[in-house]
């Protein structure tokens, strides 16, 4: 199944018709999987072998907008800077947007700002897809579901599919070829009191992609046949977290979820491994304090950075070991 099947599939008679509109504007947040989304069944449709279920960060994200432009090709404006569309960040929005257009017949200006610090490991491509996705759903005046949305973003880069919702999101992993039933979903619950320490201890590019490094890992890894069954497992028991308010049993279980992930990557071949010493010395200092009583925990994605897991109430004490950290409230 090729992507511009499924994108066909859900635009059904909207597929390569004009934009209603001149222009669509859109926000969507960024988001940090408590339990990862790690490997794909899938590589073109980005169909993931597990679920996985984040929480996305209020005003954190991107926003796109995206002008029907007279100019003869797209021109991609990244923070106010004009981007080359021979960089590999370019060619991968401007193939993603000739999916939504006969090719050669409309050139777009795509406006992206982005408030995510952008080395920091923090998926930036999430939020920009998603809000890529919904900012093209107002150009064209396609009216679609927030699962379809969900659908279109992950075609992007999988983790976008989270990005449609805000608070805590799970992404049910699907069964279908098609990947029809790949989509995210909001969980209702709330949880005012949640708070996320950005730790960014190097902000310098990552080596090896997430895209890269994943499929190294399900192709290399000796360990990642034990991982569908800890996501199992450890989906399980954040849903439980959440539903009871359990800050300990969410902690520690989105805390082993990566670990686990980093485990199976230094199992890779060539091995990849994302911490650097900084890393290192963060979580020792994290699970010296925990032994002290404080009830902090990390969780790590394809980067040396750590994302901080803390309740408001330790928000000053938090403060004073980690005074770098930027301090997000997902529900506020
Ligand atoms: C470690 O969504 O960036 O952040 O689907 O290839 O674009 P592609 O990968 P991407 O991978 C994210 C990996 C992760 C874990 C997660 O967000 O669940």
Redesign the pocket.
Known sequence: VKKSDVVQVILGTQYLQAPKNITGSAFAPT???L????G?RD?EL?L?VTP?L?ISLGKKGANATITVSDATHDEIILNDQLVNTDVPFSKRLISFLNLFRLSGTLAFTICITSNIPIAA?L?S??AG?ASIVKALNGLYGWQLDTSSLSILA?L???????SLYQGFVE?HKGVRKDGMDSFSEAIREIWPEFCIGLLIVSDKEKGV???E???RTVATSALYSAWPQKVTTDLADIKIAIAEKDFNLLGKTAESN?LT?HATLLSAWPPVNYAISETIQAMQKIWQLRNNGLEIYFT???GPNLKLLFLQKDLATIQTHFPTAEILQPFA
């Open positions: 988001n940090i999987a339990c990862k989304y790690w794909k590589q980005n993931p996985s984040s490991g998926a491509s999430a897809f992950r992007g880069s999988g983790s976008a599919s989270r992404w992609s997430s895209r490094a994943m499929q990566a992930m790590q994605d394809a």
